[in-house]
């Protein structure tokens, strides 16, 4: 069983910076794949970013690449995603999520745990 927390979300302004942090419990972290997604009103969940279980592999869906970034501190059983350059639309509830077999899951399917989400709020 893991347990994750998400913290770091806020409001900012567009084009603002914003470090969203996922704590895990549970000695195994480090064989976990990662993931982030969100979710804005109306809509549904949706990708973000995924690492996997050694930080060697990343991916992220194409509206956030060159501008969010996913990586992981196996020794702080933590996992970021550092957000610049942010828009209104990226404006959602944030979910950090794990998966057991520790691949770069692209699907919310494929994740076993998750989060309660944080508020990422982009306004002037």
């Known amino acids: 069983q893991v347990h994750l927390v998400e913290s770091g979300g806020g409001l900012v302004q567009p084009g603002g910076s914003l470090r969203l942090s996922c704590a895990a419990s549970?000695?195994?972290?480090?064989?976990?794949?990662m993931g982030w997604f969100r979710q804005a009103p109306g809509k549904e969940r949706e990708f973000v970013a995924s690492i996997n279980w050694s930080g060697g592999s990343t991916y992220s869906t194409d509206s956030v690449k060159g501008r969010f970034t996913i990586s992981r501190d196996n020794a702080k059983n933590t996992v970021s995603l550092q957000m610049n350059s942010l828009k209104p639309e990226d404006t959602a509830v944030y979910y950090c999520?794990?998966?057991?077999?520790?691949?770069?899951?692209?699907?919310?399917?494929?994740?076993?745990?998750w989060g309660q989400g944080t508020q990422v709020t982009v306004s002037s």
């Open positions: 549970g000695r195994t972290f480090s064989s976990y794949g």
């Open positions: 999520a794990a998966n057991r077999r520790g691949g770069n899951q692209r699907y919310s399917g494929g994740y076993d745990y």
